[in-house]
């Protein structure tokens, strides 16, 4: 494990670092909360990078382990009366799980059809859980009064205190993302994204590196869910919709995937461009929009790697 | 027997505008997630069209023109740079097109649900074996189907058909033999706006026009799309008919379940037979 | 690498110092009001009207509340739980003194947890759930607009009075409208009316001419068309097709007003019945000053929306002012016990067991528009007294 770590510690730190002294010096709760958004978010963005960034596979249906880790985790403390720590590991093991399912329905299909399979198969189960399973989920409105942890006497509900929680997930997160990289599975993963064939060929078994991949980015994706879930106090068949896949995509790639700084970087781009933007002018909309498209054509390695490649020309 | 018409006019709208869908993605390689867009815009035009000049017709033939002008300059500026770029790429484009036509059709007509009233040849209804079936839905099925044999006849039979055929086929040969396949390319485009274009007219006077409409028709024209086979316009015909014939029936036996009955379709069709009823296996990988 | 997590340490950094200079200084002397409404997507032109009528609401008393300016922060929810809830708390953290919003039922109960936390009055005039002044309340939470068993109440009451044997129900799939329409079963079943049949159509359905067929073979004279947003106009665009309005007595609530007559058109619109939270051609004292601001302003005549969003406001902000105080749990106590003489409709009476409005209700009928400029107007065809559509407190 030495051998992993060392290339991204800097990153890590550096992002630690900022999200500490946001915590530690932040005037008020607005921004608390927003840094906590940011962090959930990108702990989203890590789990789907492990499986597009890292392995090449692109789906477009990462939503659904978000919101099902998300409702699981829901379920869990409020029918189950379980604490945010057994949530979390139930939010892993759903998301996690299905994943799994994903990845064994769509065994014998790649690349475009992939990700079109992915999309129709978390719609799918964005259909089901509104209108069947409408006791359970709310339905459309979903479900308020998600709690927040009970832990000793801390009060979660102020947002400061559930920060450094959330903080603790995010650093978890970075870390266990920046040691798999490096790691052999990782280097086995990233041989299956550059080239299959090959990796096949020297003895690598692609269909079951796939479906680890997918397994691991779905729980990870679960318990960012599970996060969001106890920040809103609030859940949603919202957060299974297909928009929201598209918006982890677009997150990660303009901020770079493949790396484990890189969509970190896309969260608080977007988040920070939405909150900016429409303070500075109503049609803040379009003006996201072009943006996307500028970023399309100028920036095809993302933000990180146009922050490598001003540093080179220094 | 209006179960069948009703069919048929869902059919035919979501052929318009997944014909589009698939000859973009066909002959130029590009998922357009903005198709919904562009059928948004189509239907704003077409009923800003009718209410300035009083005429549902005038809508139908300036709307699409509008659109292939449209969709000519996003071709020109913004796909050209992208066309060889991977699938997420193309994902991060359109849904910046999205925001920036839905932003453009807020400034010009706002937040109000508008609404385009059929021609007054076409309102009201006939009378057919019991059943009263509205005279406009009639009238889409049967544009519809004059666009279909349009289309085909197009693009089988006509010398500008075999150009867009051979450019997709093999780019580079077309252009050896004297194409202009960027022209060409630009050309699809515009023309798959401008299919989106009449869908959005034709719609008018069925739909709430609104700027969640096309957000809300783009998952279907993709279930079509990847059910007929992507690129294939007979697979359009196929699909839609599928879809529209499944709805309309769906929600004569049992509305709750149409949604899932539709995806639980796809979801098999991508795994049975991913190439779609029509296609050809593509080397996606 | 190193020179990359340099730039990445950077960016952070940056970032976090932006975010935090963002944050705007704290200003202990005005009233803040937070408006937290859609004002895009679906519900955007609900919220947009809710605007207006709370715009006229405070520019009438001078925008002055206690002595100090009134300060609106309005914060788009986007028709979207989620941000809805995201703006309230960040609104929330930085200190109002009230909050007003939202549309849909499913975000004001959300809303609601948080404004019971922070103990923050919100003053609700749209959503209709039950739950908001029932099974969820809270002390701090008020509604001055109507309640889904209200509405249950003037449609059964209505059917009643039109002579409507049997009725064909289609209800939008969602938890409101579902229940809607098992109370409202209930209700018919106690009058004596029939229920022909039933059918629940996803929201957002692009189609409902086989339904609405359905409905009209079922040999029902009545259909209760519980839809929302723009499936109202997709579902009476398509009735009009068909010339549902004469075929069968369609009924609903927020079916039918000026806006959507406009948007469905008149072969669709005409003859539609339909509950109304407020109709601008109410005749009191209020309301006249009202419409008269508010057409002055935005040369239309209000709709539904911003006349209930100018009420509740107007009687909120009233009763603030009369405690002459700053003290919220004041403000509070006052308007629980609170009476609104001259209300836009007439005598409201806020209840102090569950913070519900009593007041009247109004059912009207769509007919063509006279010289307002508009293609569809409504007529208040019936007004129920308060007593027979409020259970007494227990």
Known sequence: MRMGLHPEMPAIGALMLGFLAVGLFSPDEATLYLAALIMIWSIFALGFDLSFGLTGMLSFGHAAFFGIGAYAASWAMMSGKSSFAAALAISAGAGGGAALLFGLVSRRVSGLYFSLLTLMLSELIAIVITTRLRGLSGGVDGLAGVPRPQLADIDFINTANFYWMIFAGFGITLLFCGVLKHSPLGQALQAVRQNPVRAEQIGFDIAALRLTALGLSGGISGVAGAFLASLMMYVSPQLLSWKVSGDVVIMTLLGGSGTVAGPVIGVMLVELLREGLSALTPYWYGVLGVIFILCTIFLPQGIAGLGARLWRRR | MSTIIIGLSIAMLLFLLSAGLTLIFGMLGIINFAHGALYMLGAYLAYQLSASTGSFWVALCVAPLLLAVTGALIERSMLRPIYDRPHEFQLLATFGLILVLEEFVRIMWGLQLRSIAPPPSLSGSVNFFDTDISKYRLFVVLFGAAMVGLLFFGIERTSLGLILRASSNNAIMAEMLGVKVSAVRTGIFALGAALAGIGGAVAGPMLPIQLQMGSTIILDCFIVVIIGGLGNIRGAVAGALLIGMTRAYGQQYAAEWIDIATYTVLVATLLLRPQGLFGVRLRTA | ?394
């Not at chain 3, 963002?22 to 009233?31: E, I, R, V």
Request: overall charge neutral; aromatic content about 8%.
């Open chain 3, 1 to 394: 690498m190193r020179t990359r997590s340099i730039s990445v340490a950077f960016l952070t950094l940056a970032i976090g110092v932006a975010l935090m200079s963002a944050a705007p200084a704290q200003t202990a002397d005005k009233f803040r009001i937070a408006g937290i409404i859609p004002l895009s997507g679906a519900w955007g032109i609900i919220g947009e009207n809710m605007r207006r009528g709370a715009t006229i609401a405070i520019e009438e008393r001078g925008g002055q509340v206690l002595g100090k300016p009134v300060e609106v922060i309005w914060e788009d929810t986007e028709t979207s739980t989620q941000v809805a809830v995201q703006k309230a708390t960040r609104a929330l953290s930085q200190g109002v003194h009230t909050v007003f919003g939202e549309v849909s039922s499913g975000s004001t109960l959300a809303i609601m947890k948080l404004t019971d936390q922070r103990k923050v009055p919100q003053i609700v005039t749209l959503s209709a759930d039950d739950r908001i002044t029932g099974a969820d309340n809270s002390r701090y939470t008020f509604r001055t607009s109507n309640t889904v068993s209200m509405e249950n109440a003037m449609i059964g009451e209505f059917a009643k009075r039109r002579a409507v044997k049997k009725v064909y129900g289609i209800i939008a799939d969602y938890q409101v409208g579902r229940d809607m329409w098992a109370a409202l079963r209930a209700d018919l079943a106690s009058k004596g009316i029939d229920v022909a049949g039933e059918e629940f159509a996803p929201i957002g359905s692009k189609d409902y001419s086989i339904m609405l067929d359905k409905a009209v073979k079922s040999g029902a004279d009545g259909l209760a068309l519980i839809v929302v947003g723009g499936d109202v106009v997709t579902s009476l665009k398509q009735g009009g097709e068909i010339n549902l309005p004469q075929k069968m007595t369609v009924v609903g609530t927020m079916l039918m007003d000026e806006t959507l007559g406009q948007a469905v058109g008149p072969a669709g619109a005409l003859g539609v019945n339909s509950t109304l939270r407020y109709h601008f051609t109410e005749d009191t004292p209020r309301n006249k000053k009202f419409v008269a601001a508010y057409q002055a302003k935005y040369k239309e005549p209000p709709s539904q929306y911003a006349g209930e969003a100018y009420d509740g406001l107007s009687w909120w902000l009233d009763t603030v002012e009369s405690t002459q105080s700053w003290d919220k749990e004041k403000w509070v106590d006052a308007f629980r016990n609170s009476v609104r003489q001259d209300s836009v409709e007439g005598v409201k009476r806020m209840r102090a067991c569950d913070n519900q409005a009593e007041q009247i209700g109004l059912f009207g009928t769509a007919e063509a528009g006279g010289g307002e400029g508009l293609a569809v107007v409504m007529k208040v065809a019936e007004t129920f007294p308060a007593q027979t559509l409020f259970k007494p407190c227990t």
